[in-house]
């Protein structure tokens, strides 16, 4: 606190010196009418109880800072679900539509592109509340797994060790039975909130009944679409809209202009378009302003987009002939006239014969004639080979339909009109997940109310905060094991024991280095590469007798510092070879998956059905249409993501924690802490330092959006002509070739850069840690009257002072004077 402070504090009511003093300091009246400053904001927001002004009171407790934290975030989040869920509900049931309608309800009904850019960004807020709320969860589970001082001190007299920075089961079979209960409702309440939150919220396909028409290229406001009453009831039949409204929307704006080559990638998508006008030239149209194109599949080429039109209605005559000497009577709407041209089921006639009437075909196909102009066209003998045939025909009108086996002309498209506003795709909300999501959350916001109230001090989170506790306090235990790794004392439990060695009695699997107290020596000369330090191990069982009894020996055995080791060295084999696994295992079902999946299909064609592109061709066939099922099955991927990252995480973990103490053997440097104080740095968001974390949040949180893409749930609904819904829909699971392609080999690039790290080498010999609270102790062993070195930079190395003191102690630790680097250079004094 300043001397601005001070003043404020000793001549009464006066304004703080900075905004920031405002914001931490309040001040209150005390019982004389003087002011004084009460504790820090923050302070007020912690359960009763842990905000007294004594300094005894908080010492050791500052981990419920972050506790208290990340329970107003997750209460937060809890406020903006609920709020979304009761705002979601009002604005549903307002529509006559969600009436009764509970399992999904309709938020919004119109331009697919507005409801799939809505649903995906409400997807990218939910998974940055997901996020967070998960970055919350794991923080308290971290408090509430992270051992404190005493449960060390307890666990190294029995015999035993604890982690720290990283969780393991050994750190949770030692947790207290209430601490076992929060850590797992914490967990448990994570999974639906991994599977089900991003379907909260979803669009749905809707699958239009498309209207297609061609139209000439100068058509003017004031020219009908249409000619006729029978034309203008089958157009309406066949867009769902009366000609002059279509013909209105042309001229006001309302179509979309699309190039021809946009124009044949439309046809993939023509679902989503109530209306598609095909412009062509006029030379194309015969007595008429427009024609209907039905839905069938074209062949394109470059620069070449036909389309095979016809008439909306057809007049249908009927014929009566002589022919080859045979009568004969027939029209082109049935199957009657295939008598004449189908050799098949008539011999008699002659070829000339086949031709003629297949010219007749093609002409009522093309131009649909009136009465007079189809007599002219009979009696134009350059039509017919037999024009005298032609001449006798004799025809009255049937009636007004379609014919049964016409002959279109392909006609070349120069472009196309696109109607976005009768689209009917819809935005989606489902209150069940919703109520899922929010009672996890709920569950969520009570352990960590409790949490905040448990009464655990000295917690030891990450290694520098372990560092600090032991530079401050060293563990007798460990006094003289400067050369502990985590390996040794792996394969070391078995020889631990419940009784220590005699004095004087070297036991098996232990180094046994001691020496006479009223012995003198002189300080230990330089090491040299491949020359023994001369700093040895004492059996840890003789420290549990007395830390005077290793001294009684008289037996050296000299040791070295090893070579310096690659990170995957830093991780136990069991959690190498469980995440080397999965992921290999991941990767190779997902390869095996997107093979079978592609089927008769070649590569080339399923990867251009387009990213994360409904089809039916790759719609999983499902025994069930309820929506949580579905949901669950879609995102049963991103939970095995989920272990994944958490496997990845903690392998990370583990090499990062000894890159990160190897430092001190290099160079002197202040502790990182989670409290620091003194010279000692903040530290990472727990351990992963930003450059490593960072990245790996950006690659799982584009893998899960990756994943999301390439198996999703979806729901189709089928909508009419005349743009009403009908009871033919479908639900599923569809999978997309290319997203799943595109997935794995992210995903593969992942496993290079992890396996790429764990073969670079650590940056000195120093023994390696592992999380494991003995090495951790043993390193920390600093020269007697050496007070306060935490705070201090500090470095790994030999610790000065007399020789006695060497003679009887022979150790290294973390000295903040005096050091060494490694085995193979100068001691610096």
Not at 239 to 267: H, M, S, Y
């Amino acid at each position: 606190m300043g001397a601005g402070s001070d003043k404020t504090l000793q001549g009464g009511p006066g304004l703080l010196s900075t905004w920031w003093d405002r914001f931490r300091y309040t001040t209150v009246p005390i019982s004389n009418n003087t002011l004084q400053h009460k504790q820090p904001r923050w302070k007020s927001w912690l359960p009763q109880g842990l905000t007294q002004d004594s300094e005894a009171g908080r010492e050791g407790r500052e981990w419920i800072k972050g506790a208290v934290i990340c329970t107003w975030i997750t209460a937060t989040i809890l406020t903006l679900n609920s709020i979304m869920l009761i705002v979601a509900l009002a604005f549903a049931y307002r529509q006559s539509s969600n009436q009764g309608q509970f399992q999904m309800v309709e938020l919004y009904t119109g331009k697919c592109a507005l409801a799939e850019h809505s649903a995906t960004g409400i997807h990218v807020g939910i998974n940055v509340l997901g996020t967070i709320l998960l970055g919350a969860s794991s923080y308290v589970m971290q408090c509430l797994g992270a051992p404190s001082r005493s449960y060390i001190d307890r666990a190294h007299a029995r015999s035993r060790w604890l982690n720290v920075g990283t969780f393991s089961f050994r750190n949770f079979a030692i947790m207290s039975p209430k601490r076992k209960v929060l850590w797992g409702l914490l967990l448990l309440s994570s999974t639906p909130i991994h599977m089900i939150y991003n379907s909260v919220i979803f669009s749905s396909i809707a699958e239009l009944d498309s209207g297609n028409l061609l139209i000439p290229h100068d058509l003017s406001s004031n020219e009908s679409l249409v000619k006729d009453a029978a034309s203008r009831k089958s157009f309406r039949a066949r867009v769902g809209l009366d000609p002059g409204t279509v013909q209105q929307r042309i001229f006001d704006g309302t179509f979309t202009n699309l190039t021809d080559k946009e124009c044949w990638a439309t046809r993939a998508d023509e679902a989503l378009y109530s209306t598609l006008i095909y412009v062509v030239d006029r030379k194309y149209f015969h007595n008429t302003s427009s024609l209907w194109v039905d839905g069938a599949e074209f062949a394109s080429s470059e620069n070449y987009y036909p389309v095979e039109p016809v008439y909306w209605s057809y007049r249908v005559w009927n014929y009566s002939t002589v022919a080859d000497g045979h009568p004969y009577q027939f029209n082109f709407a049935d199957d009657s006239f295939e008598s004449l041209w189908n050799p098949n089921n008539n011999t008699n006639t002659s070829a000339a014969l086949q031709a003629d009437v297949m010219s007749l075909l093609s002409y009522n196909s093309q131009y649909n004639p009136t009465q007079g102009a189809l007599r002219e066209y009979l009696d134009t003998p350059s039509h017919w080979q037999n024009s005298s045939w032609a001449a006798a025909t004799t025809f009255e009108f049937f009636k007004e339909g379609d014919l049964e086996d016409g002959i279109y002309p392909e006609v070349p498209v120069s472009h196309c009109l696109v109607d976005e506003s009768r689209q009917r795709c819809q935005l989606l909300f489902s209150p069940p997940i919703a109520i899922v999501v929010i009672i996890c959350n709920a569950i969520k916001l009570s352990c960590m109310m409790i949490a905040v109230r448990t009464r655990r001090r000295d917690l030891l989170l990450t290694t520098g905060d372990a560092l600090a506790s032991f530079l401050t306090r060293p563990d007798p235990v460990t006094r003289g094991q400067c050369l502990l790794s985590r390996a040794e004392v792996a394969r070391g439990l078995r020889f631990w024991g419940s009784s220590a060695l005699t004095p004087g009695r070297e036991k098996e699997g232990c180094w046994v280095h001691a020496q006479s107290s009223s012995q003198s020596s002189s300080p230990a000369p330089s090491p040299t590469p491949g020359q023994s330090t001369g700093f040895l191990n004492y059996p840890l069982d003789n420290f549990l007798l007395s830390p005077s009894a290793a001294q009684t020996t008289t037996e050296l055995h000299p040791r070295q510092l090893t070579a310096r080791k690659r990170w995957y060295q830093a991780v136990n084999w069991p959690r190498r070879v469980i995440a080397l696994f999965c992921y290999i295992s991941c990767i190779a079902v997902s390869f095996a998956l997107l093979f079978h999946g592609i089927g008769a299909d070649t590569f080339q064609e399923a990867m251009a059905i387009g990213f994360s592109k409904y089809s039916e061709s790759y719609l999983v066939n499902m025994n069930t249409t309820n929506i949580l099922a579905l949901v669950l099955l879609a995102n049963t991927p991103q939970l095995g993501l989920s272990v994944l990252y958490f496997l990845t995480d903690g392998v990370l973990t583990c090499m990062l924690l000894d890159a990160e103490l190897q430092r001190y053997a290099t160079r002197r440097r202040s502790l990182r802490c989670s409290w620091p104080k003194g010279q000692q740095r903040s530290t990472y968001y727990l351990t992963l330092p930003y450059r490593y974390s960072v990245p790996l949040l950006a690659v799982s949180a584009s893998l899960h959006w990756l994943l999301s893409q390439s198996f999703f749930f979806v729901y189709i609904r089928r909508v009419d002509i005349t743009q009403r819904f009908i009871v033919d829909e479908a639900r599923g699971c569809c999978y997309s070739p290319l997203a799943i392609f595109i997935t794995i080999w992210v995903a593969v690039a992942g496993l290079f850069v992890v396996v790429g790290l764990g073969f670079r080498r650590f940056e000195s010999g120093m023994p390696l840690a592992g999380g494991c609270s003995l090495v951790l102790s043993a390193l920390c062993h600093p020269a007697e009257g050496d007070e306060g070195a935490a705070e201090k930079t500090v470095m790994w190395g030999e610790v000065s002072g007399d020789a006695d003191a060497r003679a009887r102690n022979d150790k290294r630790g973390v000295d903040e004077r005096n050091k060494i680097k490694d085995s193979r250079q100068q001691v610096e004094t």
